[in-house]
Every structure is written in structure tokens, then in C-alpha cells.
């Protein structure tokens, strides 16, 4: 697959040769590409993919396919060289799949911490998230509690240095975007950031706090109890770890 592709991506270039030269890549190494023999090293494939400007599915689905999943919002040509860079694949290693338990600071009283469970799921080479709004914070506003209005949805992407999740809820006209970059932990599943929601500046109320993201994997052992504790709640009654990187007597900056 990859030199069918390296095939059709080659098709307009004035000379291999001068091709190889551009890539940095030596001529015979690039045949033995083009003729399916090799697979170039992750740095090398990474530089032909910059070229091109496709991505690592190039190994494994046609080309034509590819640029075909690319035809949305994210890649339209008025912004796709600055909204990320011309990419929201945002790989396995970097963000795992499955269920993370999160935690912050109330929005509208600092006095409370909310937890939550969000799922982080792949579909169409993209990255999507699904969760559900505690019970209080939709009463509080005003609103229904069903699971319906209650559940968002949302996308990531990568970033330097961490990752970005914009979400929302059905139909709605307001947006939280979240930032998320990993950080030292004995099982490496801590990220930490913040989240912020698009409202107008208020007297009361914040717009953005401190965010904890904990990967539980797929273990309903892990999954069941942090489901039952989700919803409002004291500082004391959030995990330790948790508790710790909110630094809840410190202000965000």
C-alpha cells in the first residue's frame, strides 16, 4: 500500500531524482519504497508525510481515501496550515482510549469541586469524547436532568506539548474548550490542565479552573465507583492526587 501510494503522491513530481533530493532521502532507498521492498524508519516517514502532507495512514489506506476523510471544517484550504496545522489525528499512545475520571472547580461555586467519567473513543482516524453534565449543575442552571440533555460530545486534537478537546452539548450555542498535557505519575495516566467555557465575564461565577484528567482504562473496577461519585462535591472528597494538582488555594494563572 504504501508504494501505490508513494506512487500517486509521485505522479506530478519533474524527476525522482530531484524528488529524493528535496526529501533528503537517498534515490535507491526511495525506489525500494516505491517498489513495496522497504518501510522507511518512523523520522523518515514522518518527513514524507510533511511533504506530502498526508499522514501515517499512508501505509495502510489508499491515498485517495485518505484525502477524501479530509474534506472538513478542520482541513478546509482558508485554514488548514493554521488551525491544527492541517491535523487532528491524535494517536493512541499519546491520549489512550477508554474512560477517564476528571475533576475541577465548580464554575458556579468555588466552594464545590465537580467529578465526572468521560469516554474517549476513535472513529474515522479522529478522536471524540463523550460524557454526561452532573445532575445539580443542570438543575442549578434551570434546565432538564434527563440523560439526553445532560449528555456532550466533543473532538481533540493535538497540541505541543498536550492536547485540546473543544465540547459541547446538544444543540447548544456554548463551547468548553480543554487543555491537557501529561505529567510524571507511577502509571503515567495523569494529565493535567485546564478547562474554560465561552460565557460572558460575570460578577459571580468563573470561566476557567483547573482541570484533572485520570485514565481508567476499561476496568468496571475502576470505572463503576468513579461513575457513582460523579456530580458535585467537597474538596476532601476528591482522590488525593487530585486534590493536589487543582492546588485549590492557589489561583489560576
Not at 491520549?95 to 464545590?112: K, V
Not at 454526561?132 to 434551570?142: I, N, S, T, V
Not at 485520570?214 to 486534590?243: N, V, W
Amino acid at each position: 500500500m504504501l508504494g501505490a501510494n508513494l506512487r500517486r503522491l509521485t505522479r506530478g513530481a519533474v524527476s525522482i531524482s530531484a524528488l529524493c533530493r528535496d526529501l533528503g532521502i537517498n534515490r535507491t532507498q526511495f525506489n525500494r519504497y516505491l517498489a513495496g521492498e522497504s518501510f522507511p524508519r518512523p523520522d523518515v516517514l514522518h518527513r514524507i508525510c510533511s511533504f506530502f502532507d498526508v499522514d501515517a495512514r499512508i501505509l495502510l489506506e489508499p491515498v485517495e481515501e485518505i484525502e477524501s476523510q479530509r474534506r472538513d471544517l478542520l482541513h478546509h484550504p482558508a485554514i488548514e496550515r493554521f488551525v491544527g496545522a492541517g491535523s487532528i489525528a491524535l494517536p493512541e499512545e499519546q491520549f489512550p482510549s477508554g474512560f477517564y475520571r476528571f475533576s475541577r472547580r465548580s464554575f458556579m461555586d468555588d466552594s464545590q469541586f465537580v467529578q465526572g467519567l468521560v469516554y474517549i473513543y476513535r472513529e474515522d482516524a479522529y478522536t471524540f469524547i463523550r460524557g454526561f453534565e452532573a445532575k445539580e449543575a443542570m438543575r442549578a442552571q434551570g434546565m432538564p436532568a434527563d440523560p439526553k440533555t445532560r449528555e456532550f460530545r466533543g473532538f481533540l486534537m493535538p497540541q505541543e506539548g498536550g492536547i485540546a478537546a473543544l465540547v459541547s452539548r446538544r444543540n447548544s450555542l456554548t463551547t468548553s474548550f480543554n487543555y491537557l498535557a501529561q505529567i510524571p505519575s507511577f502509571q503515567n495516566n495523569y494529565w493535567v490542565g485546564y478547562a474554560a467555557r465561552t460565557v460572558r465575564e460575570t460578577e459571580t461565577g468563573r470561566r476557567v479552573a483547573r482541570l484533572v484528567y485520570e485514565y481508567l482504562g476499561r476496568d468496571p473496577a475502576s470505572i463503576l465507583p468513579a461513575a457513582r461519585q460523579a456530580g458535585f462535591c467537597k474538596l476532601e472528597d476528591l482522590p488525593p492526587f487530585h486534590r493536589t494538582q487543582l492546588r485549590p488555594d492557589t489561583p489560576f494563572t
